[in-house]
């Protein structure tokens, strides 16, 4: 089979199309031919070895959605499925072109969700649905801030919230990625670069019952924005690891500040955040699809970070 593998630290030149033997599966693991994966963040910087992965060729990938190659542990061939944890797999992560994957860590995707589709939602979506509901307790009419909504994690956690009944308020860069938001549901989005997020939460007021932190040196403002009580999920650093914050105005408010750690929902809330695809209900955005093989020149479009939305790496 085919791989896309790097096998030293470097730049996006490090990575490079090899032939690889196909994956053994285990007694619990499913075969998957995989037809797509996407580039996050987390690929870039296992590459770069700011993150480093301890033993080299490294297959890179942490979602994969293919089809099923063989009947075991449940699952059929020809079904359709999707992982997040890639990286768990037997072959490599979603940029290798077959995985044997623990059957308890896929999901099967619905009629009416391509294979594109599935993969541009992945590890954002499950995240995105995990930060709000498995952690941040998100109930029908609360207010909730997302960070970076125009990020992967950050267009889907807006749709999850609208369609859950909450308020919500996001932030953007520019006028043209205000309006993106909007039309995904936001009822207030804040340009950060013109305006203190905080502040301007608060003179709405319109003061926050839960934060979907996702820049990290912006906790002072999620702290600001925070109603009493209010909850903080920490689950990105997009501006960096350090921030200060008042710990006067947090204690006050008995705001809660909640580290998620790198994580995403489980298989069966997987499956029931597809089928909101499915109905339309939510719609993954797909900044642009490219052959794997283009792997390389995809990680330069993502360091730029001029798109909106996921960069899906299609196998042929």
């Known amino acids: 089979m085919k791989a896309v593998q790097f096998a030293q630290y470097g730049g996006p030149e490090v990575l490079q199309v090899h032939e690889v033997p196909d994956p053994t599966p285990g007694p619990d693991d499913v075969l998957v031919e995989v037809k797509a994966t996407t580039v996050n963040r987390l690929d870039m910087f296992q590459r770069d070895g700011s993150r480093p992965v ?85 109930k029908a009419g609360e207010r909730v801030l997302i960070w970076a909504g125009s990020s992967g994690v950050g267009s889907m956690a807006i749709q999850f919230a609208k369609h859950a009944g909450a308020w919500v308020v996001t932030t953007a860069s520019n006028s043209q990625r205000a309006e993106e938001l909007r039309r995904l549901g ?25 934060v979907i932190e996702l820049v990290g040196t912006s906790l002072g403002s999620s702290v600001e924005a925070c109603a009493q009580e209010g909850r903080i999920i920490l689950v990105g650093n997009l501006g960096g690891q350090k921030a200060t914050i008042d710990t006067q105005v947090t204690r006050l408010k008995k705001v809660h500040i909640i580290g998620a750690g790198a994580f995403h929902t489980t298989p069966q809330n997987e499956e029931k955040l597809l089928q909101l695809i499915a109905e339309k209900a939510v719609k993954p955005i797909v900044a642009r699809t490219m052959p794997v093989a283009q792997a390389a020149e995809a990680h330069r479009l993502q360091q730029q970070g001029e798109h909106q939305g996921k960069i899906v790496l299609m196998h042929g």
């Open 186 to 210: 936001a009822d207030l989005v804040i340009n950060h670069k013109q305006e203190d997020v905080g502040q301007a939460i608060q003179q709405a007021q319109h003061s926050v019952n839960l």
């Open 54 to 138: 301890g033993k080299f060729p490294f297959t890179p990938g942490l979602e994969a959605v293919g089809v099923v190659l063989n009947d075991n542990a449940g699952f059929h061939k020809g079904e359709r499925v999707l992982t997040t944890s890639a990286l768990a797999a037997r072959g490599g992560g979603g940029y290798a072109s077959k995985i044997a994957v623990p059957a308890s860590l896929l999901a099967r995707i619905p009629d009416g969700v391509s294979f594109e589709e599935a993969a541009a939602a992945g590890l954002a979506a499950s995240t995105a649905w995990a930060s709000l509901f498995d952690v941040g307790q998100l």
